[in-house]
């Protein structure tokens, strides 16, 4: 590990400064994420300013129906906190479904809004990767791309974003608040996150010494009964292979409103406005739910290894609105599956 | 025998663990401690044409940086050999940094040794390397075109064609049927919980202790003494405990030896682990392989004829290959066989032992043909293994020593049950997934180290016994199990006797690698324990004050500590009375076992099992998810029926894993394996495990050893994989031929 300096700072002010003056300093929340990569030297920070202690870790009810998440509010409380579980239950099953109890109990909501892509290059020093260091290539696009992105991807980066929480809030409109030296901002988070472009080292719409304080998410009265899926090989602590966070409101058999987010397929948490466009107003039935997917993949690359993602995404979208719409078996008639 | 033998004993060291007092090589404090961290190659072939250390000297905390232009030269080339033997056991024939030639991604290029792990991590970050690559091969079909057949593999103990049996050919030729089948393997490697350590310490007269984590520490003993050009009588080992291998330290590897250079350069003990990511370039892996086998059968599912043929990439020092072939050559009577192992060559260390070593591979590809082939004729899974079932070793006619298969097919199909099973492929719904069983025979040789094997016991006067063997304990339960053989033989409680392994200063035992490590150890503490009774009784019988003066030797036994008649109990006196009485503050044995080796005998010796598993797979999304899993096993005598069962269940799940998740993969553009890390190299998680049911099938077997132990730490891993794939078969009508099964082999 590179040699580095440690702070902690108890309140928001200081912790922006103290980064701020320093460009190879960073803000260290549960450190699961920056830890882990400083001990391989992904990450080169000299100093971290540990955040633990700053009062953003409360979990409150807004007015109207929405809620406030504190930053270094824990993925494990966020995940219990009952107006989440209420209003929000996609939310709380995606911070179940991610990572291992240990470390939800370690994990911040800022920490893992940020958390960077697992893909082996990035993580392999030794690899040419454009995220870690720009112009050196992408040993992703001829590699080993199992877990790679079909979506959003760039000739210069298609690693997937890797994270569960994410997906959610994004279909969900949630908006980061954040803090920074040129004062506050909001940012809806499907902006937050950033495709890989020509600039793959920029994951995230905020500049160095920018605090991410809160997440808010708006009134959904159709998310009480919104649902997280997430396929992979075993049965927990994997990141997706493919995911789908979604919410549906059905009228008379029409769907009315669908906010529909895809996670392990894309460069960034994928709203998926094309299939959702697809769905708002045709019938509830699987038929709709096939076109909404196939609209949504229609423009997916795969890259070798990967190429089984768009089926399976495909497939993700199919079984994510099945569910929520309560025909989960989605056998017909004659017993066998469509 | 007394009921100690068998019983479900509580691991003796069971509390040490979990409280964290038990200590495990990378935790020892000593003073003046340094750490050394290994820097490996980037690329997997070239030479090196510039190393500079200079930054990574000066760095805070640095005490030395070594290359090859300045570690001393080792005594002698390494040879591989497997540590079974009990002698050498070098992984590879190949020690790194004498020079400055790259032969695979990984390969030690420096060591660096400083005051903390951070910091040798961090200096070893800041030696530039400047490579001249050549081109390399890493992926077994980047070379399959100039694959060779070696004369022997597996350091030379094996063949490389399997001895033929009649004339393979002419019978797949006039059967009624055939089959013609591939099946190909990703790479495995072990990953062990604990990574492998090695901690150095000289001492003034240039005698070196090395606390490392091996299966053998004999092995490390002989291996590091040769590479030193020491005698080994300066060299000792310990290891206590260590935290799991799976093959990972069951031969040794260049970092031990260079760990002790490096404490030897810098004058200080000095300590190395490797990383996680190290882990899966500096003790081999399960080779990437594929198998080839035919059958010929007629209509009734009789075999007429079996080839199996394996190709597999290799190192450029060592005709390495997994002993795929063994076991299925000898599972059924087919009258006609043939097979034999292809290598090619490519820049990879040598690959070694991974559980279920050759078996797991090779009785995958033999168990899923026999399913297709069931499947095809339409008869029973079960039914066409009875139908094939070898009443005799088919290779040499001998008999077994003892099998017991017939009864485990029979008991697992009743625990599971399998009758009445509905063979129609992929019509079991249940909600979105599709429900399959299968099964699959296990099958595991029964094999013994070649060197005589040794364990002390000595008695206290108060009728205490410490028993002592070279074994380390990696998990198995071996500790555990040995105070019960030690118990059993003097007519002890257990609680009265300890078990002492961990160190070279004890009597020597060879590595308990291969699942012979119960009935090598089991056999000497056995002797031992009833040489020492035996002389006590005889003392006893002896001694005009004892109650016993004058007894048959023969007459008398041992119960809790005390010689009595055997028809008059209430005639005798214990241990301690009899040592207390004649001023005898201890009495010693060495026990001395020389193992019982096939060719020897007029038996063969295999261990067998079946293997019974029910899937559900979610089709539309490619999910597999196992429900249950039965395995019935004989494996002669069980020590401890619950780290028996341990075992067991243990190697079920790895099949389970080696089934549906674990892969190593090679990128042949940077020559890496990929996803060097536990969280990209997928082994079960608690969630994956399913209901798991164990059942063993009791089967005396006079030949093997003393007690007849035929051993458990393999045997449960073979055939779970085939059984599985099978399962997904009957559930989904799709038959997968590699391994693992995952996602985008079932959307
Ligand atoms: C083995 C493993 C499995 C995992 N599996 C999953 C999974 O299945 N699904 C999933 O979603 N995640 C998974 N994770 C990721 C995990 O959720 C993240 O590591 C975690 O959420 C990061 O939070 P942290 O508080 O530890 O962040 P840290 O490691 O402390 O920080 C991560 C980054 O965020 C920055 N940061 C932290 N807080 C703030 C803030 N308030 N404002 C601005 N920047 C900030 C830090 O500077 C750093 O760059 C897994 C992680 C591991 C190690
Ligand atoms: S996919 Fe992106 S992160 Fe991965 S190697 Fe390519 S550029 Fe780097």
New interface residues.
Partial sequence: ???VSYSRVADVATAIGTVTADPGSTFLAGGTNEVDLQ???VARSRRLVDINDLPLRQIEELPGGGVRIGAVARMSDVAQALPVRRRFPVISQALLLGASPQLRNMASIGGNMMQRT?C??F?????ACNKREPGTGC?AL???N?GHAVLGTSEHCIATHPADLAVALVALDAVVLTQGPAGHRQILADDFFLLPGDTPDREHAISHGELVVAVEVPPLPMASTSIYLK?R???????A?ASAAVAVAIDAGVVTDVRLALGGLATKPWRARQAESVLVGAPATIESFRAAADAELAGAVPHGMNA?KI??GR??IV?ALSTVTGD????SDD?N?P | MSPVLGAALDRVDGRAKVTGAARYSGELNLPNLAHAVLVGA?VPSGRIIGIDCRQASVA?GVHTVLTHLDLPRVAAQPKLFPSLAGLTAHGQSFFPMQDDVVHYAGQPIAVVVADTV??A??AG?LVQVNYAETPSATLLDQVRDQAYEPQRIFGGLVPGRNPDRGDPESGLRDAELTLDLTYRFAANHQNPLEMSTTTAVWDDLDRLTLYDSTQGPTATQLSVAELLGLPPTRIRVVSHFVGGSFGAKALIWPHVTLTALAARQVGRPVRLTLSR?QMFHSCGHREEQEQRIRLGADRNGRLAALTHDKISLTSHFDDWAETSLESPAITYAAPNYAGGYRLARGNTITPTFTRGPGEATGMFALESAMDELAHTIGIDPVELRLRNHADVDPDTGKPWSSKGLRECYQRGAELFGWAGRDPAPGTR?E??WQIGTGMATAAYPVAAPISPQRARARMYIDGSVVVEAGISEFGTGALTAMTQVAADGLGLPVDRVRFVGGTTDLPNVAAAVGSAGSGATSSPVHLACTQLRDQLVRQAVADQHSPLHGADPAAVVVRDGRMCLRDRPEVGETYAELLGRNHIPDVETVGTWMPVLAPMTDYAMHTFGAQFAEVAVD?????V?VRRLVGVFAPGRILNRKTAHSQLMGGMLWGLSQA??EAT???P??G?W??A?L??Y?V?????VPEITIDTIEVPDPVVNPLGVKGVGEIGIVGTSAAIANAVHHATGRRIRHLPI???DL?
């Fill in positions: 590990m590179r040699p001990r391989i030297h697992r082996g290059y993580r392999d020093v030794a690899a040993s001829t590699g080993v199992r396929v090989d075993r049965e927990s602590y994997e990141f292979l089984y089926e399976l497939r993700t079984r989960a078996r989605m056998v017993g599956p | 980037r805070d951070e910091r991590e961090y970050s990511d719904w909600g979105r089709a539309d999304l490619g999910l998810r549906l998740l993969r090679m990128d553009n940077t890496r990929a996803n890390s969280a990209d997928l079960p998680v608690n969630a994956d995952t996602v985008e959307l």
